[in-house]
């Protein structure tokens, strides 16, 4: 290929061209995504039909897992199939696709951070005033902002990615990542990464700083309080919050940081996974593992499935009699 603007199609990185190890990594990736599509369908099913998890801090941890449950099902199922059907490819349209609605949830995932950092401040710092600030409306504006800032963060860093003139179609990763996109280009790109970098570190950096900033306010209020039982409990809040920001930057960092010049496929393949796939696997897990709120919404899952099913079948059995 050479000078084409528009490919018909990309070819991804395969993991073997050993049909038996094909197979084992469609099992592997498959077990990952089922994983990570029930720890989070079962956060968003628990936090929905609970009402003692209708409060700000579950209302984000759900918009959370509906972001993880996408950002998991843009990269892992194409994988998948094309590790089943011994296949590479992807259109041009699905590439440019996956890469929109990657860096949209990815922006979004972290937006979304953000504003549960906000809601762990108000609600340690200014707890007298927690509903009168953290209230529905607020709380929905919140949510929708951080969509919002996603899908002009994906709309930039995908329209900047494809502006360019492309000499290869072979792309060094298993799904349509913007680092080895880039490499594919003829033309000079360096206005368009410097554009990228400048765009993301400012997005990054102010979220950064915003969760740090609260987090000052937040150890310095829990300080202030005079029994330890008082702050083992107010840090019980924020504890699960803090790991997966920390999870999320510790794989970023190791994704993003780490020198480029002599990287191989196999380790451009295992950061793809520390920042695209872990984090959708994990967060259920870091939330829900020391949650008694959520444990307790979890176990009451088969009851209302019970009832809930006893009050679809009641119409039809008056009927019948």
């Known amino acids: 290929m050479s000078n084409l603007t528009f490919p018909a199609e990309f070819l991804l990185l395969e993991f073997s061209d050993i049909r038996e190890l094909q197979i084992l990594h469609f099992f592997v990736f498959l077990a990952i995504y089922l994983t990570a599509v029930t720890g989070n369908l079962l956060i ?3 936090v929905a039909f609970d009402h003692h998890l209708h409060t700000p801090m579950y209302f984000f941890l759900m918009n959370l897992a509906i972001l993880d449950l996408g950002l998991v099902s843009i990269t892992v199922p194409k994988a998948m199939a094309n590790s089943l059907l011994n296949s590479r490819s992807i259109s041009y349209p699905a590439c440019v696709a996956q890469v929109f609605f990657f860096v949209f949830l990815e922006g979004s995932d972290f937006a979304i951070l953000t504003v549960m950092a906000h809601d762990r401040y108000v609600a340690i710092c200014s707890p007298l005033h927690y509903e009168t600030i953290m209230h529905r409306g607020a709380c929905i504006q919140m949510a929708a902002s951080t969509w919002v800032a996603g899908i002009l963060y994906g709309a930039l860093n995908s329209g900047g990615t494809f502006a360019i003139t492309f000499c290869s179609n072979m792309i060094d990763q298993f799904f349509c990542d913007i680092p080895q996109i880039l490499k594919l280009s003829c033309s000079d790109t360096f206005l368009v990464e410097i554009g990228i970098i400048v765009f993301d570190i400012s997005l990054t950096l102010g979220c950064f700083v915003y969760i740090i900033v609260s987090y000052i306010h937040i150890f310095a209020a829990v300080l202030r309080i005079p029994s330890i039982h008082g702050q083992k409990k107010a840090l019980s ?3 699960p919050h803090l790991t997966m920001v920390s999870f999320f930057l510790l794989c ?4 993003y940081m780490r020198p480029r010049s ?3 496929s196999d380790q451009n393949v295992l950061s793809a996974i520390m920042y695209a796939v872990l984090p959708p ?5 870091i939330y829900s593992m020391r949650n008694r709120d959520i444990k ?6 088969p009851d209302l499935w019970h009832i809930s099913k006893r009050m679809t079948n009641k119409p039809i059995s008056q009927k019948q009699h």
Do not use: D, E, Q
């Not at 970023?252 to 994704?255: S, V």
């Open 252 to 255: 970023g960092f190791f994704a």
């Open 237 to 239: 809040t924020c504890l």
């Open 281 to 285: 696997l994990v967060n259920p897990f």
């Open 44 to 46: 968003i099913i628990a």
């Open 262 to 264: 002599h990287t191989s």
């Open 296 to 301: 307790a919404a979890l176990l009451k899952l």
